[in-house]
């Protein structure tokens, strides 16, 4: 903004020297507002004002279009500034990091680039980002960044393609574009920090444009560098929201989702199976076996086949099913569409992959130690709370306890 102040300060004091004078439109009340409207109809001298001589004359002729051609960069600039501002409005207001893709795009739009390039790393973005968007370890991030030898202070580097491509080879990574060497234009390349700990690259924003001379030394950045960090920020914000979303709705151990999980969603699946009239099953899946693995291997042992069995139910999980652990050796799987029948023979399935984990390979021990999994089954019955449901599973998994110590 400073830069736009300083351009209509200097357009109003040449308006004022050589009288110009530069009407408002009854419309606005605001000169700035009214001053990206100007033309040069709009131009004219200021009443009062007496001819001077032919050379005086031709002398305020070129001085008026000098200014005419400030007001045109000071409306580029205006143009440019608003842009930017969309764009950082537009990564301000993104939700989720799975929604990259679909900003990338809208950036892309808004500034009408040729390419937008998104670069982060592997270790805090990977699991959070995603597959379209590319990640390389931190330790590759900051070669390349070595690698960019940036001025001090510098926050960004730009220029024509050819020139980059000879300058720093790795450009390939951070502009695919660049990889085809007839691929022409400018571009510049940001790497991006984090706010809370400005000394960390993050990864690298990098934007190409077909124009050789649009990215170029000339070209003033303060915009664009503006943008880049807002988009950093942005970044950051969602890494740990995301992170603290999942660490409340994560079970630490397996990976799988947590009681919370499922006490936010299940719900609304079950008021939409009582409008729709769909049928939902839910298994509770408790373990037989596990405390003696757990007293006789150690804790570590029993973590790791936690681990596996909760692998072994991901199998059978579908997208919109809802898989849970709830807490020491017991699990939630709830079903949405699916019937009786299915529900049963999925509940089987899943007992006989349990029974065939070989502890002694997961756990690199020998023991002629074993697990297997009892599960209780309940279907949904309209008004049925969550809570009903679950405890007609548990106790259906009693039962079938029960009858194998039988």
């Not at 000098?66 to 950082?88: G, M, N, T, V, Y």
């Amino acid at each position: 903004m400073n830069v736009l102040k300083k351009q209509r300060s200097i357009i109003k004091e040449a308006a004022d020297l050589f009288g110009i004078s530069i009407f408002r439109s009854s419309r606005g009340n605001r000169w700035k507002k009214d001053f990206t409207r100007f033309s040069p109809e709009l131009i004219r001298p200021a009443s009062g004002y007496s001819t001077p001589s032919d050379q005086k004359t031709n002398q305020v002729q070129f001085l008026k279009k000098q200014l005419l051609e400030s007001i045109e960069a000071h409306r580029h600039s205006l143009s440019a500034f608003h842009k930017f501002k969309d764009c950082c409005r537009l990564a301000q207001s993104i939700a989720s990091l799975h929604k990259l893709p679909d900003l990338l795009g809208s950036i892309k739009s808004k500034l009408d680039l040729c390419g937008v390039h998104l670069l982060l790393f592997s270790e805090e973005f990977q699991k959070y980002v995603p597959g379209s968007i590319p990640t390389l370890p931190l330790s590759e991030i900051k070669d390349l960044h070595q690698a960019l030898d940036m001025e001090p202070g510098a926050r960004s580097i730009l220029g024509n393609l050819h020139t980059l491509r000879k300058k720093f080879p790795g450009i390939v990574r951070l502009i695919p574009d660049s990889k085809d060497q007839t691929t022409t234009g400018s571009a510049i390349i940001f790497p991006m920090h984090d706010k809370y700990k400005p000394e960390r690259i993050i990864g690298f924003l990098s934007l190409h444009d077909q124009d050789e001379d649009r990215f170029s030394d000339e070209v003033a950045t303060d915009f664009i560098d503006h943008f880049a960090e807002v988009f950093s920020w942005s970044l950051v914000s969602l890494r740990d929201h995301e992170k603290l979303l999942r660490e409340n709705t994560s079970d630490y151990l397996t990976g799988c989702h947590n009681r919370n999980y499922l006490t936010k969603h299940a719900p609304r699946l079950l008021n939409f199976a009582d409008r729709k009239k769909f049928s939902i099953a839910l298994l509770f899946i408790d373990l037989d076996g596990f405390k003696m693995v757990n007293d006789s291997l150690g804790h570590q042992c029993g973590d790791l086949i936690l681990i596996e069995v909760a692998h072994k139910i991901q199998n059978f999980v579908r997208r919109h099913d809802i898989f849970v652990r709830m807490g020491g050796d017991e699990f939630i799987l709830l079903l949405p569409d699916t019937n009786d029948e299915n529900a049963s023979y999925i509940a089987q399935r899943i007992a006989r992959e349990i029974s065939l984990i070989d502890i002694s390979l997961v756990c690199v021990k020998a023991t002629g130690l074993c697990v297997s999994a009892s599960v209780g089954k309940a279907m949904y019955k309209n008004g049925d709370s969550l809570d009903a449901l679950i405890n007609r599973a548990d106790k259906n998994m009693y039962s079938v306890k029960t009858a194998k110590k039988n």
